[in-house]
T-cell receptor
Framework: DAGVIQSPRHEVTEMGQEVTLRCKPI?????LFWYRQTMMRGLELLIY????????DSGMPEDRFSAKMPNASFSTLKIQPSEPRDSAVYFC??????????????FGDGTRLSIL | KQEVTQIPAALSVPEGENLVLNCSFT??????LQWFRQDPGKGLTSLLL?????REQTSGRLNASLDKSSGRSTLYIAASQPGDSATYLC???????????FGRGTSLIVHP
């Protein structure tokens, strides 16, 4: 069974460039989460979707960040324009459902982003 | 606002030892508490999930307990092995939202 798939695994780009991170959740999972992990702040939830609809984006740091989920099998996290402080590992996770809190989240291997 | 703390931040033990990792949370109104393992360069792998109505969960050599009244959870690893070396994170799902709050993790090294 394929897990959560993220691409690219690594991204190095210059400040000011647009960055697009991609995620394919596990089939049948109706919740999708985007996280950011840094040494300074640990793991932070940026946004999550339920049935392709954004539910809570209060963790999105600023307007430069946007996320979409056009269908049940694909999501993107976009940063435009990128800044060096955006450098982090970005994780996508999916879950069969958190309505009952009974289902664990399944994480992808992350995208390591470096903004020069 | 929920805050999750993990102590110790790092731990180094010889192979074969039984060990306990601690996780504390400030808001006891949690829905569940989850323990994860993270290997270098990898995502998080769910180890155990304890519902708020439960007191413990077991999987192989791992046992996680939950005491909501004191705001604590522990992960017990029996007969540790070098392959257990990783960072262990706990996450509390608060009852008022579906957003988990993660601790900073405990970095574990088990040396032969």
């Amino acid at each position: 069974d394929a897990g959560v798939i993220q691409s690219p695994r690594h991204e190095v780009t210059e400040m000011g460039q647009e960055v697009t991170l991609r995620c394919k959740p596990i089939s049948g999972h109706d919740y999708l989460f985007w996280y950011r992990q840094t040494m300074m702040r640990g793991l932070e939830l940026l946004i999550y979707f339920n049935n392709n609809v954004p539910i809570d984006d209060s963790g999105m740091p600023e307007d430069r960040f946007s996320a979409k989920m056009p269908n049940a099998s694909f999501s993107t996290l976009k940063i435009q324009p990128s800044e060096p402080r955006d450098s982090a590992v970005y994780f996508c996770a999916s879950s069969p459902g958190t309505g009952t809190g009974r289902q664990p989240q399944h994480f992808g291997d992350g995208t390591r982003l470096s903004i020069l | 606002k929920q805050e999750v703390t993990q102590i110790p931040a790092a731990l180094s033990v010889p192979e074969g030892e039984n060990l306990v990792l601690n996780c504390s949370f400030t808001d006891s109104a949690i829905y569940n508490l989850q323990w994860f393992r993270q290997d270098p360069g990898k995502g998080l792998t769910s180890l155990l999930l304890i519902q708020s109505s439960q007191r413990e969960q077991t999987s192989g050599r791992l046992n996680a307990s939950l005491d909501k009244s004191s705001g604590r959870s522990t992960l017990y690893i029996a007969a540790s092995q070098p392959g257990d070396s990783a960072t262990y994170l706990c996450a509390a799902l608060s009852g008022g939202s579906y957003i988990p709050t993660f601790g900073r993790g405990t970095s574990l090294i088990v040396h032969p």
